[in-house]
């Protein structure tokens, strides 16, 4: 990627570039150093936590502009930078990850019955509600995991009882896999509220990750995407 942006800058055919990853990635080694005679790199950590939705997504997203075609105007430092983006477009988180229980109770529970079915056992669906259901469709490694999630509740929730925590991650783990907010998620997860008594299902997922393919989500707009992962 450095070689490539520091060509074209050069060649007078890029005017800058724009790259997202984890907040991990190391920035100022791979594109502030890599091309400090072509680029001025500029970056931000940032996730839609911090602009009021209550969902865990950390990233680190950068701006390379090329210095003979752009002058970037704006604060010197990283710190500054950090700040006046947060100024602009932050907002308080208002709402916790419960608001993404979205499905209406009956498509609920047609979901834990089919997840029955799946496995050759026979369930009235009228019943397949807290961890009793819960226990009949998770895995024996999940169902320890909430376990030793359960005892996290208190010092991770909110004041309201809110606790979600993704059950195919270790409880052990240091990022993002328990608390308030919507759980971080790279491919996929099993995502528990404690409050709901549930599990997420997959167009919940696809709720808290921006995809508006539930009516519930918004009022005036529905992915045209919808009909398609509703299958």
Known sequence: ??????????????????????????????????????????????????????????????????????????????????????ALFGSTTHLDGDAFLLLPEEQVKEWFTKKLNEKFMLGDAATLVGDKALKKILSPMKLQGMEAYSKMRESKGNSNGTFLADLEQSPTATQGTCGWEFPCQLTHGVIKSWRGERIFVGLEHLSAHGWHVLPGAMEDYQSPMAPLFSK
């Open 1 to 86: 990627m450095c070689i490539r942006d520091r060509a074209l800058a050069e060649e007078g055919k890029e005017d800058g570039f724009f790259q997202e990853c984890t907040i991990r990635y190391p920035v100022e080694e791979h594109l502030v150093n890599s091309l400090e005679d072509t680029h001025r790199v500029v970056w931000v950590r940032w996730g839609p936590e911090m602009q009021g939705i209550p969902a865990r997504r950390p990233r680190l997203f950068s701006f390379g502009m090329a210095r003979n075609r752009l002058v970037w105007v704006g604060p010197q430092t990283a710190e500054a930078i950090q700040a006046d983006f947060a």
